[in-house]
């Protein structure tokens, strides 16, 4: 299967064409693997995805247009050969910042547990407790600096319901959503 080769200007069109506000990846070719990851805020980031025997992975290495895509292209290449020597610079990088977070613990649980043997209505129950409740405290934390207070405090914050008004299309009032809550805690946290 032949891909296309994006030049500089072609990926430049490509990045001002794409919709704002959203994720998106572009593969660039001339490499395996290359790609720029474009978050919701605007960055964009080259990474490199590439097996191992342990699986799939994917190392960032810099960001576009400071990194253009000749170098982006020359250093997928380096990282690619330290690859096939048997480097894993996704491994590296993470030994290097010290250990793993509780994210990562996250993805392996839903890749190695979550998702293999349970249902998948109680996976997409576990990954929006996750999203609402636990990610945007705990998933850049490391797994060795959480302590039981930490688990606390967040069982304490998720009891605390919130109550949030609905109105229908027409403005009048509809039934409260209650969000956190004792139960929820309790199966958020268990």
Known sequence: MVR????????????RELEPGREHTIEVGGVEGLRLRIKKSGV??????YRVDTGQRRVTFGRYPILGLGEARATARRLLGRISLGEDP????KEARGGATVGDLWERYLDEHARPHKKPSSVR???LNWRNHLAPVLAS????????ADIAQ???KIARPKTQ??????????KPVLRGGKGVANRVLA
Do not use: F
Request: hydrophobic share 35%.
């Open 4 to 15: 296309n080769m994006l030049t500089e200007a072609g990926l430049r069109k490509q990045v």
């Open 44 to 49: 964009a980031s080259w990474t490199l995805r």
């Open 90 to 93: 996704s491994s590296q990088r």
């Open 125 to 127: 129950m576990d990954v």
């Open 141 to 148: 934390i490391k797994i060795d600096a959480v302590t039981r």
């Open 154 to 156: 967040l069982h304490a």
């Open 165 to 174: 008004a609905r109105r229908s299309r027409h403005g009048t009032p509809r």
